[in-house]
């Protein structure tokens, strides 16, 4: 997936193109701003934008010499991309840093309101507090729930009701806040981002997507969201943020403002931000955009991809959300080692895994197509508040649904001690020394199995709920609740082989490697190869998957039992199902993204796949010195082309290069206001110089600057992998078909997008963006 | 200040009731002084012996951060302390309020930005503008009977104001623009579902 593109490869433009260090021969030939650009929804065209980032090098190179203050230029010029890297890193990290407090604060603001200082959530207000008692840590007179300031007691029935019916009131409140400010502000702001970033970073243009109205108000609903309970992540959204802060900034440097290329490059970096501050992984963020979102992805924005991780981690850890200077909640520091036959329960996980992500991404596609087709998608406000509110009355009772998700993950990977007084580390101590640390395996007491129940109910819950949560009209994420419900399955199936061990440890499978009184089994690790396995399942990731779960845990020498489930989970799911939950939305929603991972195994051939068809009307050209401005401007009204390709005559339909409808419309609209004496009747040529023209005629309109002199070429025989791969390894939005050395036909993105659908038995017309 | 024993904490000043009143909560809230120290050292001890498990909290700094140090009234004596500070652990934290103060407030101040100036786009603005246009408006918005989105008569505005050019007047040419972007987004997300399912 990673196709590097040879820099030797010099397609740029020759004499005249745009960009070109031959304009100054001729003064009339300044770029015309507009020329260049792109429409909404379209593709860019990677070969030129390429060829223009090394013109401006090679100019900027060459004035270097001339001048001291040109020299500084070009050294800042190099600089700028470390600059620009380093900015993206601080403003992400703050953003995060911002969303992880305020998220906090705001999910606590559900149950109470901390009376020793109003800005702190419950952990915080019990910081400092002396009436913190072993059994009950969570309890401080500082926090005080609802039902205390309402009623002013804690106990009893009506005090339950109380509290159940303000929590279901604040999430309520929460999920119509953010849907509003989504509608109303910025509808581009819902979702999960990844999918449309993918189709953005393969050349697609969505104008307003990483604007700042999106930034603000993601931002702010992403908090609203994950505080309203809803079991939806924040991982996702946090790419969104971090890409619109790389486009936003990128406007404060010239290389980057004008070339949608190195645009791109900048944004894949941003991504690999996002996802470090989401995790507190640097090394995994880049190579999950490495691997997931990033399309092209040259060695070089490897290294600054890592760098602009890096700085958005340090920056997060310096605002330090949760204290002790961690990133992520999910921080575990046991380190017992695993044996051989444990990989057995692992690969079950893996299992699991595979099949919750098959499963999962099937029923969400099939939901998300009624939310596109039928009446269920003109009531986004209803929807959401209807979704809240059965998530808040469902998640009330249970204590392991009530608390928010990644506590709950933190909690299931938490290995019991003898320190921990949770209804999960509820075992009976039964042994007579004590050996600190490392406590060997114990029956379980009555907290731990009624802890087993609820969480299979929450199992059951978050399972259900989720398919309905992901692809609403608020900012979504979904790697917290896969990990959930992979964490949930993975410590249920710990604890069952601990009792397991600990009741039968005659067994044959037992005796070798397990004698009583030792610590065999450790729970916390199956909830983690749990989660691994089920992220792995929904999101198809494998490198990044495995080294973003052992930054997160710390648990270097868990590699192999991580890289079991996350391997068994994907050949699980690919069985299922061929896509990861990213590409199946980018092809619900019908994105021209070229799937560059796949590869095309039909015998088909260019003409099979080439405009026009056979009985189709001939392909529309321009020739290039007999049409006026008013035969091109009919053509452009007449049809919808994006470009036309021009030949030397209609009769010899031989190819001298491609012009693009929207430059064409620019410079013939500025010709006609700034140039005098162009009229309807003027004629248009794309030569190097005016052909003869009878006195009395009007000026001649040149128009060569805005031809593209290498568009490229195939035959009309050529096998379509080849086509296939030629698209997808440069980038290209339209490639010409020759026959004989004659222009015959074209074929664009769109057409082998329809083709690859058609071949895989797809609906064609649901491409959409025509 | 009543206090109502209902609960353990009855000698704790942070126990309010509900004739107390919200601006008293809050008072008292934004003074919180007893929180204010962002420094521990905190040790948990399980149960052992006759003693119960409990948690001890004191400020001190990180090389003093131990069992000796910080559990003060020690619960055993003599040759027992020395096994009762292995059971424990002891752990140095540090945060910082004031950084979570000032974060919340300025999540809290945009928030609340937002939401006026939602409000006010959605309610004053549209009631605003048929006072000032009063029976022109009224004519035109008659084309345009289903949209009751809140931008609907950007399009109007922006042909007025194209004409004049200084300050205030590019300035609401430019949230004209704004709106019509954002209707443009509204259309293709939530009508068409062309974008983003």
Redesign the interface.
Known sequence: MIPVISTTEDKSYNGGGIGSSNRMMDFLEEPIPGVGTYDDFNTIDWVREKSRDRDRHREITNKSKESTWALIHSVSDAFSGWLLMLLIGLLSGSLA??ID??AH?MTDLKEG????????NHE??C?????????D?DKC??W?SWS????????GAFAYIVNYFMYVLWALLFAF?AV??V??????A??SGIP?IKTILSGFI???YLGK?TL??KT?TL??AVSSGLSLGKEGPLVHVACCCGNILCHCFNKYRKNEAKRREVLSAAAAAGVSVAFGAPIGGVLFSLEEVSYYFPLKTLWRSFFAALVAAFTLRS??PF???RLVLFYVEFHTPWHLFELVPFILLGIFGGLWGALFIRTNIAW??K???TQL?KY?VVEVLVVTAITAILAFPNEYTRMSTSELISELFNDCG??D?SKLCDYENRFNT?K?GELPDRPAGVGVYSAMWQLALTLILKIIITIFTF?M?IPSGLFIPSMAVGAIAGRLLGVGMEQLAYYHHDWAIFNSWCSQGADCITPGLYAMVGAAACLGGVTRMTVSLVVIMFELTGGLEYIVPLMAAAMTSKWVADALGREGIYDA?IR??GYPFLEAKEEFAHKTLAMDVMKPRRNDPLLTVLTQDSMTVEDVESIISETTYSGFPVVVSRESQRLVGFVLRRDLIISIENARKKQDGVVSTSVIYFTEHSPPMPPYTPPTLKLRNILDLSPFTVTDLTPMEIVVDIFRKLGLRQCLVTHNGRLLGIITKKDVLKHIAQMANQDPDSI??N | MEL?A????SD?P?????HEGALD??F???Q?K????DV?CKC????YKDN????Y?K?ISQKDCDCLHVVDPMPVRGPDVEAYC??C?C?Y?????V???V?????LS??GL??LY?VY??LVEPILKRRLFGHSQLIQSDDDVGDHQ?FANAHDVLARSRSRANVLNKVEYAQQR?KL??QE??K???DR?????
């Not at chain 2, 942070?14 to 509900?18: E, G, H, K």
């Not at chain 2, 119960?52 to 948690?55: D, E, P, V």
């Open positions: 840093g911002l407090i305020s604060w309101i901390c009376t020793g200082g109003l800005w702190f915080h207000c910081w400092n507090s002396e009436h913190v008692t072993f059994e840590r007179p500082e005080n205390q300031l309402i009623i002013s007691t804690d106990e806040l509003s400010l509608k109303v502000f910025a509808p581009y819902c979702g449309e969505i104008r307003g109205w603000i108000i702010i908090v609203l605002i330090n204290g002790n200077s998300c197509r939310r596109k087709t998608g986004p003898l320190l007084s004590s600190g692809g009209k939305h619900l929603n959409l963006f | 109502k209902s609960v353990d904490y704790s942070y126990r309010l009731d509900i909560l809050l008292k809230g934004w919180g007893q929180n204010f120290e521990r948990i001890c399980p149960p119960s498990g409990h948690i909290n400020n292995l059971r652990e752990k934290e540090e945060r910082s309020s950084t979570i103060k974060t919340i407030i300025i999540y945009i928030l937002l939401l939602m786009l959605t809140p704004w972007q954002v987004q509204r293709s997300v939530f579902h062309v974008v983003l399912s």
